[in-house]
Nanobody, 126 residues
Framework: QVQLVESGGGLMQPGGSLRLSCAAS????????MAWFRQAPGKEHEFVSV????????KYADSVKGRCTISRDNAENTLYLQMNSLKPEDTAVYYC???????????????????WGQGTRVTVSS
């Protein structure tokens, strides 16, 4: 059974930093595009960042560009999102996602992803 399990969320102060992790099990994703999305209360799923299978290409939403870094460790089958200079508007449940198809473009649409984690909640508040 394929599972993506996010961790690292919590209550953070504005300006702080955190690193989200997404541990995959049940199959390897070393050749698959992976991404982070988030959903704030009352809002739709929002793209955050995506990374190619070989880490050579990344994309970020304008709302997090310059503050976030996506990375992956294929040997550990784990995806990361480093978030700095946190803002209250970063408050959301963060989800990692992976595509079944190997390689391929860096999609920022949630419908392009086949596997999803259960999410980890990030709250940014003073």
């Amino acid at each position: 059974q394929v599972q993506l399990v996010e961790s690292g969320g919590g209550l953070m102060q504005p300006g702080g930093s955190l690193r989200l992790s997404c541990a995959a099990s049940g199959r390897a994703f070393s050749r698959n595009t992976m991404a982070w999305f988030r959903q704030a209360p009352g809002k739709e799923h929002e793209f955050v960042s995506v990374i190619s299978w070989n880490s050579l290409s990344t994309k970020y939403a304008d709302s997090v560009k310059g503050r976030c870094t996506i990375s992956r460790d294929n040997a550990e089958n784990t995806l990361y999102l480093q978030m700095n200079s946190l803002k209250p508007e970063d408050t959301a449940v963060y989800y990692c996602a992976a595509r079944i198809v190997e390689n391929g473009p860096l999609y920022n649409q949630s419908v392009a992803y086949d596997y999803w984690g259960q999410g980890t909640r990030v709250t940014v508040s003073s």
